[in-house]
């Protein structure tokens, strides 16, 4: 018998890569990117969220990460906007054993959002995204969302508006902190609002990149 494992993350992004090159490659690309895992080596096979992206490593150098990029990856997700030396948020699925800090993160990016403005809130900062109806669907008030990668707390959402409130720490650590008024997000919504959506009979849904 053979057991399937699913690879899964948690949404706590481990650290930020650089793009160093992009390379055309048929109809998709490969991109190269540095790794900020130090000691503890990658491995060709191994799957890393890139930007909330569940992508696999196909080759390495001393320096960098080598990722196919697919073209319904390229056309769904923020991958195909990215330029060199661009950073990135970057997270190693979960092994076995691991503590699960964040929320269930697949790495299947349902759609893109835009980022708006944010406002200061005491310590905090209040980030405000824009994104269709079709993924605001799956977001409540308290619920969970990842955006590029990272697991957040939705704070307040509208039908096509939704905000999330950010600890100065999240916003050195991930590329969140270096959003642009309009610049696209990837987004995954909670895993759990499509299953009950689907055991509800509804057949809309969202279709994961992947």
């Known amino acids: 018998m053979t057991l399937k494992v699913t690879i899964m993350f948690t949404g706590l992004v481990e650290g930020m890569g650089q793009v160093e090159r992009l390379e055309p490659e048929g109809d998709g690309r490969r991109l190269w990117l540095t790794a900020p895992f130090g000691a503890d080596p990658v491995h060709v096979g191994e799957s890393i969220a890139v930007n909330g992206v569940c992508l696999t490593v196909i080759a390495q150098t001393s320096s960098a990460l080598g990722f196919q990029l697919a073209p319904e990856t390229l056309r769904r997700s923020n991958l195909g906007l990215v330029e060199p030396r661009q950073f990135v948020n970057l997270e190693r699925a979960l092994k076995l054993g691991d503590r699960l800090g964040g929320h269930w993160v697949q790495g299947h990016v349902d759609g893109m959002g835009r980022f708006v403005e944010q406002r200061p ?35 307040d959402v509208g039908p096509t508006r939704f905000s999330v409130a950010l600890i100065p720490h999240t916003l050195s650590v991930t590329t969140l902190g270096r959003l642009q008024p309009g610049q696209a997000v990837n987004l995954e919504v909670d895993l759990l609002a499509k299953y009950v959506e689907k055991l509800l009979g509804n057949p809309t849904s969202a279709r994961p990149a992947s």
């Open 121 to 155: 809130d005491g310590d905090w900062w209040m980030y405000f995204f824009e994104a269709p109806g079709e993924l605001t669907r799956y977001m409540i008030p308290k619920g969970s969302i990842a955006i590029d990668g990272v697991s957040l707390t939705l704070v």
